[in-house]
């Protein structure tokens, strides 16, 4: 579990820090402050709570400068595959569906930026595909929470501004 995290060159990511948090995430219960803080960190890099507030109109040009997402998502599909913890899924299933949401954002983006912005994103939300057996499942679950969030990430994961 987590071989691929040290393969990855965090510092030239300036993320430094995530491996450390991908391990509390994955090693610690989801209901801990270890866990909490870890997840919160890790979420505010990957989707800033300015992007998702609609109060930072430059963070989507700056969050496509690097692949971070893109290199963290496989990382958290995995842990999905393998928590059993219910909070956990609820958090991962979330975040995941969140980060489909950066194609939305596209008009934030200069006319002349449009077209790299697009593809960063939809490669990202590409990433989030990985985990698709993993969702159809939970979309059978009798935890209604659980399947309205997976119905919500399905509707991200299809959504095209064409």
């Avoid at 890099?45 to 400068?65: F, K, N, S, V």
């Avoid at 999905?80 to 958090?91: A, C, D, F, R, V």
């Avoid at 698709?132 to 059978?140: A, F, R, V």
Wanted: hydrophobic share 35%; aromatic share 12%; glycine share 4%.
């Amino acid at each position: 579990m987590l071989t691929n995290l040290d393969r990855i060159d965090w510092k030239q990511l300036g993320a430094e820090q995530v491996p450390q948090l991908i391990r509390a995430i994955h090693e610690h219960d989801a209901k801990g402050e270890i866990y909490s803080n870890a997840f919160a960190e890790l979420s505010e890099l990957l989707y800033p709570q300015g992007i998702a507030d609609h109060e930072d109109w430059g963070g989507p040009t700056r969050m496509m400068q690097n692949d971070l997402p893109h290199q963290v998502t496989p990382v958290l599909i995995e842990i999905l595959q393998e928590t059993k913890s219910t909070n956990k899924i609820y958090h991962l299933i979330d975040l995941l569906a969140d980060l489909c949401i950066y194609e939305y954002y596209h008009q934030w983006v200069g006319a002349m930026e449009q077209s790299k912005y697009l593809s960063w994103a939809r490669s990202l939300r590409d990433k989030v595909r990985l985990g698709l057996p993993l969702y159809q499942h939970y979309l059978e679950s009798n935890d209604e929470y659980l399947k309205q969030s997976t119905q919500w990430l399905m509707k991200w994961l299809e959504y095209n501004i064409e």
